[in-house]
Nanobody, 122 residues
Framework: EVRLVESGGGLVQPGGSLRLSCTASGITFKTYVMNWVRQAPGKGLEWVSGISPDGDTTTYVDSVKGRFTISRDNAKNTVYLQMNDLKPEDTAVYYC???????????????WGQGTQVTVSS
């Protein structure tokens, strides 16, 4: 059974920091691209950040560049999202996604965690 379990969400004041974690089981973690995706109240899913399987390449949506940092520890099957200088518009449920591109004879794979709530408010 594949499981992605997020943790680290909570209530924080504007300008504060949080570190989200997502620990995976049931997959060969080091072969998956890992993403963080968020959903603000009343809005659709928004991709936030991604990291390559070896951790060498990271990407971010423009709105979080310079404030958020994604990283991973393949020995612990865990991906992190360090969020600094949080703003009210960062309020959302944050989901962890594990993605593996398909091969010639196999479809792509996508797995999702249950989400963790981040609320930025004074």
């Amino acid at each position: 059974e594949v499981r992605l379990v997020e943790s680290g969400g909570g209530l924080v004041q504007p300008g504060g920091s949080l570190r989200l974690s997502c620990t995976a089981s049931g997959i060969t973690f080091k072969t998956y691209v890992m993403n963080w995706v968020r959903q603000a109240p009343g809005k659709g899913l928004e991709w936030v950040s991604g990291i390559s399987p070896d951790g060498d390449t990271t990407t971010y949506v423009d709105s979080v560049k310079g404030r958020f940092t994604i990283s991973r520890d393949n020995a612990k099957n865990t991906v992190y999202l360090q969020m600094n200088d949080l703003k009210p518009e960062d309020t959302a449920v944050y989901y962890c996604n594990a993605h593996q591109a398909g091969g010639t004879w196999s479809p792509p794979s996508d797995y999702w965690g249950q989400g963790t709530q981040v609320t930025v408010s004074s």
